[in-house]
C-alpha cells in the first residue's frame, strides 16, 4: 500500500499551490496533501531559525500522516531546511530554488532579474547558486516586499498590486536584463501581471513544472509511483475532490476560498495544529 500513500507538499501558505497544480498536471492519478502553515505567513521575513523549526515540524507532521514523499514547495523554507529536512525523514524530499541555471544559459544581454522574498536573496544556498553561476551573467536581485501578504488574501491583479510590482521591476529593466527568475512560489501567481508590465520584454523563469518533473522521476526511480489499476479506480476526473486534502494552520476557510480563485480547487481546507520541531 506504499505506492497509494499521499504526497505531502508544504509551503509557508498558497504560493505552494503553484506547485501543486503543476503536480496535479503531471501525476493526475496520485493523492495529495497539501499544508499551508498560514498562520505564520510569510516567511520572507522571519528568523532562519524559526523558519527552520516549522519547516522541520511540519515535515515531521507529513510523515505522520504516511505520506511516501514530501515536496517543500517554498524557496524560503528549502533555503534553510531541505538538507536538515533529508537528514531526518528518510523519504524522497524535493525542493525548490530560483532558476539561477537556466537564466544565465538562456540570457543574451548577460543579464537577467530575480525576485525573492529577503530569506532566500539572503540564504547561503542562494549565494552559493549565485556563485556558481554569475562570472559571465549579472544578476539584478530585487525583494518583493508585500506581494506575498498580498497574494495570500487573493489579490494578484490589482492597481495596486500593479503599481508595487512595477516599483520592483523597474531597476531589472532598466539594467538591459532580458530574463526574469522568480524566486518565491508565490509569484508564480503574478505572471500576467508581470508580462502586462514588462509588455513582454523578459523571459521568465518559473520552476514548478520543473519541480513536478524532478518529483515525478524520484517516484520512478524508487518505484513510489501509484500503481495503474488503482489509478483507474479514481480517474483523472474525481482529481479535486477524492485525491487532494488540503490543511492550514491558519484560516482554513481562506485556505478553501484562496485555493478555489487561484487554481480553481473545490476542497474545503481543514484546520490543524502543528508544533514546530527542535533543531
Keep these: ?64 500522516q504516511h505520506v511516501k514523499a514530501i515536496v517543500i514547495a517554498c524557496n524560503t523554507a528549502t533555503a534553510h531546511t531541505l538538507l536538515m529536512l533529508r ?15 537556466p537564466a544565465a544559459l538562456r540570457s543574451r544581454t548577460r543579464v537577467a532579474g530575480v525576485l525573492a522574498t529577503a530569506s532566500t536573496l539572503k540564504s547561503t544556498r542562494f549565494n552559493a547558486l549565485l556563485t556558481q553561476y554569475n562570472r559571465d551573467c549579472r544578476f539584478i536581485c530585487q525583494i518583493g516586499h508585500g506581494l506575498v501578504e498580498a497574494i495570500e488574501v487573493g489579490d494578484i491583479s490589482s492597481p495596486v ?27 508564480s501567481f503574478l505572471l500576467d501581471v508581470l508580462r502586462y508590465i514588462t509588455s513582454e520584454r523578459l523571459h521568465i523563469i518559473d520552476t514548478h513544472k520543473a519541480i513536478a518533473s524532478q518529483l515525478v522521476q524520484q517516484l520512478t526511480k524508487q518505484q513510489l509511483l501509484v500503481n495503474a489499476d488503482i489509478s483507474t479506480i479514481h480517474g483523472s476526473m474525481m482529481l479535486s475532490s477524492a485525491l487532494l486534502r488540503l490543511v492550514s494552520t491558519g484560516d482554513a476557510s481562506q485556505l478553501t476560498g484562496i485555493a478555489r480563485k487561484l487554481v480553481g480547487i473545490h476542497v474545503n481546507a481543514e484546520h490543524v495544529k502543528i508544533a514546530s520541531e527542535p533543531l
Excluded at 509551503?11 to 496520485?30: F, H, K, M, W, Y
Excluded at 537528514?87 to 541555471?101: A, D, F, N, S, W
Aim: proline share 6%.
Design 87 to 101: 537528514e531526518r525523514l528518510k523519504m524522497p524530499i524535493i525542493g525548490v530554488e530560483p532558476g539561477i541555471k
Design 161 to 187: 498590486i500593479i503599481r508595487y510590482l512595477s516599483t520592483c521591476i523597474r531597476p531589472i529593466l532598466d539594467s538591459d536584463a532580458d530574463t526574469l527568475v522568480l524566486g518565491c512560489t508565490h509569484y
Design 1 to 64: 500500500m506504499r505506492n497509494t500513500a499521499p504526497i505531502g507538499i508544504l509551503d509557508s501558505g498558497v504560493g505552494g499551490l503553484s506547485v501543486l497544480r503543476a503536480i496535479q498536471e503531471q501525476l493526475p492519478d496520485e493523492t495529495l496533501l497539501y499544508c499551508a502553515d498560514s498562520y505564520y505567513a510569510p516567511y520572507g521575513e522571519l528568523e532562519d531559525s524559526f523558519i527552520a523549526a516549522r519547516t522541520l515540524g511540519i515535515g515531521r507532521w507529513l510523515a505522520e
